[in-house]
């Protein structure tokens, strides 16, 4: 089992920037992918941006120049950062981490951006 615990978030007017974190906990395999997807009201959940163990990104291309993810695997941690937000930016970020074929996911942190 692996546990996902998000930190930040929050409320942000348009333009500005927030840095979501993720830590994770448990049987956490040498190589595994970690990332961030999106779910607004009313909409399927939606790929922001992954990274793999050795470094490899990839991003939605609703975020890409904007949203920069990185990791720490000696802390097994995973965080976002996100700039130049947008009003359709608003939605609940959830930490996602592939640990073989198993994912997992965090418990979601609101982000909500003001126009």
């Known amino acids: 089992q692996v546990q996902l615990v998000e930190s930040g978030g929050g409320l942000v007017q348009t333009g500005g920037s927030l840095r979501l974190s993720c830590a994770a906990s448990?049987?956490?395999?040498?190589?595994?992918?970690m990332g961030w997807y999106r779910q607004a009201p009313g909409k399927q959940r939606e790929l922001i941006a992954t990274?793999?163990?050795?470094?490899?990104?990839n991003y939605g291309d609703s975020v890409k120049g904007r949203f920069t993810i990185s990791r720490d695997n000696a802390k097994n941690t995973v965080t976002l950062q996100m700039n130049g937000l947008k009003p359709e930016d608003t939605a609940v970020y959830y930490c996602?981490?592939?640990?073989?074929?198993?994912?997992?996911w965090g418990q979601g942190t609101q982000v909500t951006v003001s126009s």
């Open positions: 990274v793999t163990s050795g470094g490899r990104t």
């Open positions: 448990g049987s956490i395999s040498s190589t595994n992918v």
């Open positions: 996602y981490s592939l640990q073989g074929f198993r994912a997992y």
